[in-house]
C-alpha cells in the first residue's frame, strides 16, 4: 500500500521530504563514526547502535508539535538528533565530557533535552513505560492538546511494568502511542524465542481494549501516516494506542554484543541491507518523486561526514567533568542554593 | 493548643496543600472512594473529586513511574504506597527513575513527586508486610527520606515534603496512626518542618538516645524509667529526617552526654544507626566515654506471632538494658 498520498504526507514540501532523508543520513554517519571512537576507546561502557531503525524515529518524531512529548529506551542517539539535539552535545556524552547534553553523567543511554520536549534515554528496559505514561497524564491534567510518544523495544513487551502501563494507559484515558521498535531481537534473543504472540506483538493491546496497529518501519510515509493516527486518538480522544513498527538493526544489540552474527544468518542482515534499509529506500524514492539526485544525496551524506568529524573533535577537545562535579545535580534543591538545600546533610563522603 | 490525631495531621497537610498548589494530586491505591485503607485520606475525594484524589490500581510500579513521569512535567503527585513494604515490586522506579533521572539528565529534570505510607512492624502481619525501608533508600543520592514520629512532625514534614523539588519518601507507620499529639492551630499560619532538622525531644546530660519514627516513643519510655529508677539522665533526639541528616545535633548531643545508644526499628545489617554509628566514631570520637550501642529489631524476617513480634522489635525495655549495659 503507498501512504505517499496519506492526510499527513500530502502536504509535505520537497524540501520537508528532504530533511528527513538529511535527518536520517545524519543519525547513521553520526553512529558509524561514534563506533569508530568507540573502537579506538574514546567513551567507555555501551554503545546501542540504531543502524537500519532510522525511518522510525524520524517518522515519529516528524509529527510531534509544540504539546507532544517523546521518550525512549537505550538504543537513543536517533531519536536525539530527531529532535533537534546537536552532535556536538551528543558526541561529547558519549566521551564523556562536561559539554555533553547530561554532562558526561549519563552517556550513551541517557541523552536527555526536556527544552525539546525529549525525556531520555532510559537504560532499564520497560523502565522507561510508566514515564511515558506519566507526560501523557501530566499534559491531560494540565489541558494540553498534546501526546506522549513513548518508545520500546521488543524485549520490553515481556516486563511486568510495560503491561501495568497499558492498562493505566486505557483505563484512565491517557494520551500516550506506546511504540515498539521490533527488530527481531531482544538481545540476542529472538522474538520467537522470547514472546508468546498469535499473530503479532501489538495485538497484546487488545487486552487492555486499546487500538493498534503494525506498521512497516521500512517505509517513511507509512510510519508517518500510521503513527499520526494514533497520535490523533491520543490528542482528541485521548485514547492510548499500541503501534509495532516493524524494523531491522544491523549492528549487535551493544557494541559490546560479541555474538551479534551469530544468533542471525550473514544472509539474513545481507537481506535487510540490500532490499530494506530504510534510508535507501528513502533515497530512492524522492529520487523517483524528483526532489533528489544521486548526487546530491551523496553530497548530503558529505555533509553529515564533516559535521560528524565537527562533533568528536569538539568532543575531544572538551574537558572531563571534574571530581568536584560528582556531586552536583543529585539533589535541585541543593544545586539551587535553597533553605532546603542547605539544612541539614545531604552527602555523606566524611 | 489543640490535639490532632496522626493520621488526620497528615490528612490535613493533604489538604491543605491540595488547596496551596493546583498541581498537586494524590494517587494511590484505595486513597479516594474507600477513604484511604488506613483512613489517611478520609474524606479528601469528597472535598476535592477525581481529578486530584485517585485511586489507581495494584499497580505499584506503573503508578508510581507515572506519577515520576508526571512531575518531570510539573505535576506534583503524592503517592500512597498502602504499605512502604509494597516497595519492591516499584523498586526500579523509585530509585532509577526518581533518583537516578536528575543526575543522568546532568540536572535538566527534578522529580517533585512524595512517595508516603506506613513502614513498620508490629502489626502481626508477617515479613512481606513488615519492612522498614528507610535506611535502604536513604542510601541511595538523589533521594530524601522522612520518618515522623508525633502529630505535628508528621504535618510539617508532609507540607515540607510536598514543596521540596526533589523526591521525598515519607515513613509513617500503622502504629502511630491513632496516636493524638498537640498540633498548632491553622490560625497560626503555614506549620512547616524543614527537612534535616532533627528536634530533641527530652533534655538530658547522661546519654543520648537517638531515633526517628515510632522508636522515639520508646526513647522517651525508657528515658522515663532511668531517671525514676536508675537516676540516670537521657536525652532524646528524633532524627525526623533521615537524609538530609541532621549531623550537628547528633554530634552536640553525644558531646553533651558523651554516651549514645541508637535506636532503630529497622534490621542492625546497614540500617539507619549503622551510619549514625559511624558518624558519629568520626565526629565524636574523643568525647566517647563508652562504645555506641544499638537496639534494632531483631535480625530475622518479621515473626508473626503477636505473643513475640514486640519482642522483635525495639521496645523500652530493650532500650533501658542497653543503656544500663554502658551507663
Redesign the interface.
Known amino acids: 500500500m503507498d501512504f505517499s498520498s496519506s492526510p499527513v504526507n500530502r502536504g509535505l514540501s520537497p524540501q520537508d521530504k528532504i530533511d528527513f532523508y538529511r535527518t536520517m543520513v545524519r543519525i547513521r554517519r553520526f553512529e558509524h563514526l561514534a563506533l569508530g571512537q568507540y573502537q579506538k576507546d574514546k567513551m567507555g561502557g555501551f554503545l546501542h547502535l540504531y543502524i537500519g531503525q532510522e525511518s522510525v524515529a524520524v517518522g515519529a518524531v516528524s509529527l510531534m508539535g509544540e504539546h507532544d512529548h517523546v521518550i525512549t529506551a537505550y538504543r537513543d542517539h536517533g531519536h536525539a538528533l530527531a529532535v533537534g539535539m546537536i552532535m556536538d552535545e551528543c558526541m561529547a556524552e558519549l566521551f564523556g565530557k562536561v559539554t555533553g547534553c547530561s554532562k558526561g553523567k549519563g552517556g550513551s543511554m541517557h541523552f536527555f533535552a526536556p527544552d525539546k520536549n525529549f525525556w531520555g534515554g532510559h537504560g532499564i528496559v520497560a523502565g522507561q513505560t510508566p514515564l511515558g505514561l506519566g507526560l501523557g497524564y501530566a499534559l491531560k491534567y494540565q489541558g494540553l492538546p498534546g501526546c506522549a510518544l513513548c518508545f520500546l523495544g521488543d524485549g520490553a513487551i515481556n516486563q511486568g511494568v510495560f503491561h501495568e502501563s497499558l492498562n493505566i494507559a486505557s483505563l484512565f484515558e491517557i494520551p500516550v502511542v506506546y511504540i515498539i521498535e521490533n527488530n527481531g531481537y531482544s538481545m540476542g534473543t529472538s522474538q520467537t524465542r522470547s514472546s508468546a504472540y498469535r499473530d503479532c506483538l501489538a495485538q497484546r493491546a487488545e487486552a487492555y481494549n486499546m487500538a493498534w496497529d503494525l506498521v512497516n518501519g521500512e517505509d517513511l510515509y507509512e510510519v508517518r501516516a500510521k503513527t499520526h493516527i494514533a497520535m490523533e486518538r491520543a490528542r482528541k480522544e485521548h485514547r492510548p494506542s499500541l503501534l509495532e513498527i516493524q524494523t531491522y538493526r544491523y549492528y549487535g544489540h551493544s557494541v559490546a554484543d560479541a555474538n551479534a552474527d551469530k544468533y542471525r544468518t550473514p544472509e539474513e542482515i545481507g537481506r535487510y541491507k540490500t532490499y530494506h534499509d530504510p534510508i535507501r529506500l528513502w533515497e530512492r524514492r524522492l529520487i523517483e518523486e524528483g526532489h533528489l539526485t544521486a548526487e546530491e544525496a551523496k553530497a548530503l551524506e558529505k555533509e553529515a561526514t564533516k559535521e560528524t568529524a565537527k562533533a568528536i573533535k569538539f568532543a575531544e577537545s572538551s574537558l572531563p567533568p571534574t571530581v568536584d562535579d560528582i556531586l552536583h545535580d543529585v539533589y535541585w534543591e541543593v544545586d539551587e542554593d535553597t533553605e532546603a538545600g542547605n539544612t541539614g546533610r545531604h552527602f555523606f563522603n566524611d | 493548643m489543640r490535639e490532632l490525631l496522626y493520621r488526620h495531621a497528615l490528612r490535613e497537610a493533604l489538604d491543605e496543600e491540595l488547596a496551596h498548589d493546583e ?1 498537586v ?1 494524590l494517587l494511590g491505591e484505595e486513597v479516594a472512594e474507600y477513604n484511604g485503607a488506613y483512613k489517611v485520606t478520609e474524606g479528601l475525594w469528597d472535598k476535592w473529586g477525581s ?1 486530584r484524589v485517585v485511586d ?2 495494584i ?1 505499584e ?15 506534583r503527585p503524592v503517592m500512597e504506597l498502602m504499605f512502604w513494604s509494597f516497595h519492591s515490586v516499584a523498586f ?2 523509585l530509585v ?2 526518581a533518583g537516578c ?10 522529580v ?1 513527586i512524595v512517595v508516603r505510607g506506613p513502614a513498620n512492624g508490629g502489626t502481626n502481619v508477617g515479613a512481606t508486610h513488615s519492612h522498614c525501608p528507610e535506611g535502604l533508600f536513604a542510601a541511595f ?2 533521594l ?1 527520606v522522612c520518618a515522623p514520629a508525633t502529630p505535628a512532625d508528621a504535618k510539617g514534614l508532609m507540607k ?1 515534603a510536598i514543596r ?3 523526591p521525598v519518601f515519607i515513613m509513617e507507620n500503622t502504629k502511630l496512626y491513632g496516636n493524638m499529639g498537640e498540633v498548632p492551630d491553622v490560625g497560626e499560619g503555614d506549620f512547616l518542618i ?4 532533627a528536634e530533641v525531644k527530652r533534655e538530658g546530660s547522661d546519654i543520648s538516645l537517638i531515633a526517628h519514627g515510632r522508636s522515639v516513643l520508646h526513647c522517651l519510655e525508657a528515658a522515663e524509667t532511668l531517671k525514676k529508677d536508675h537516676n540516670i539522665s537521657a536525652e532524646v533526639l528524633d532524627l525526623r ?1 533521615i ?5 550537628e545535633a547528633i554530634i552536640e548531643s553525644v558531646v553533651k552526654t558523651n554516651r549514645a545508644v541508637l535506636v532503630d526499628e529497622s534490621k542492625p545489617f546497614n540500617g539507619v544507626s549503622s ?1 549514625i554509628a559511624t ?1 558519629i566514631q ?1 565526629h565524636a570520637f574523643d568525647h566517647l566515654d563508652a562504645p555506641v550501642k544499638r537496639v534494632c529489631s531483631i535480625d530475622a524476617p518479621a515473626i508473626y506471632s503477636h505473643h513475640v513480634e514486640d519482642e522483635q522489635l525495639p521496645n523500652a525495655r530493650r532500650v533501658v538494658e542497653q543503656v544500663l549495659s554502658i551507663a
Not at chain 2, 533521572?101 to 527534578?110: P, S, T
Open positions: 498541581n494530586v481529578k489507581t490500581p499497580s510500579a506503573g503508578f508510581i513511574g507515572m506519577g515520576v513521569g508526571a512531575s518531570m512535567l510539573g505535576v526500579d522506579q532509577n527513575n533521572v536528575r543526575y543522568m539528565a546532568g540536572g535538566k529534570i527534578n517533585p543520592p538523589g530524601k515540607s521540596d523539588n526533589d524543614p527537612l534535616g532538622k529526617s537524609r538530609p541528616l541532621d549531623q551510619q558518624l568520626e
